[in-house]
């Protein structure tokens, strides 16, 4: 996909949606933090409806500590993985308050060593909570992009390397943000939406859907 074409997608992008960010609920980087663990293979709706209670009698380290594996679990129950995700939680609420403060880490190295902490989950921290031009690829990021043409990749982390270098720069802090609703809610996985998509004449898909 050439230049002018990728500024072009993305300059709609930015028109539709001028201050895009996440669907996660949150009032604080530890907060985001412990949704996007909660967020591996769950919907960020299921997210939501969990932390609205948990962060309610929880949001710092030390208060998840306090509440124990037990609490813990149960109130996060309603997600996939949930045991998993509660040991790392807790592990990761123990590093946080030994060696950083109780604040979440801004570097992705201090990041990626919290346990259920990937770099996926690294670059939505540093994007959204402090600033950094990354891109978080996830399922519908890395299905887009390829399917479009915006960036071919067998990888996530193949993929994320070509959008960092094809993405103009002043569109890399939210192009994250752009093609992830793009994919949830458009360019969805089993059948794309292409008749009312925003940018389906720029488009390379060659299997357009067409309105039935």
């Avoid at 709706?45 to 149960?74: D, M, Q, R, W």
């Avoid at 939505?124 to 299905?143: E, G, K, S, W, Y």
């Avoid at 093609?179 to 809610?185: A, N």
């Avoid at 996985?189 to 488009?203: E, V």
Wanted: glycine residues 4%; charged residues 25%.
């Amino acid at each position: 996909m050439n230049k002018q074409k990728i500024t072009d997608i993305f300059k709609r992008f930015q028109k539709e949606n001028p201050k895009p960010t996440t669907e996660l609920i949150y009032h604080s980087p530890f907060e985001l933090l412990i949704a996007v663990i909660l967020s591996a293979q769950a919907t960020d709706v299921s997210v939501n409806k969990a932390t609205i209670h948990l962060f309610s009698i929880a949001n710092t380290p030390e208060k998840i500590l306090h509440l124990g594996e037990t609490k813990l679990k149960n109130a996060i129950k309603t997600i996939g993985l949930f045991n998993t995700k509660a040991m790392n939680i807790l592990k990761t609420c123990k590093i946080l308050v030994e060696k950083h403060d109780s604040q979440v880490p801004q570097t992705r190295e201090a990041l990626e060593e919290l346990p259920g902490v990937g770099r996926k989950t690294a670059n939505v921290i540093l994007n959204t909570c402090f600033n950094q031009p990354t891109i978080a690829v996830d399922t519908h990021i890395f299905r887009v992009a390829n399917r479009i043409g915006l960036a071919k990749g067998d990888t996530p982390l193949k993929v994320e390397t070509q959008l960092l270098k094809v993405i103009p720069k002043q569109f890399i802090h939210d192009a994250h943000h752009w093609l992830i609703l793009h994919g949830r809610y458009t360019c969805t996985a089993r059948k794309p939406h292409c008749p009312t998509c925003l940018i389906s004449d720029l488009c390379e898909y060659k299997l357009k859907t067409k309105i039935e």
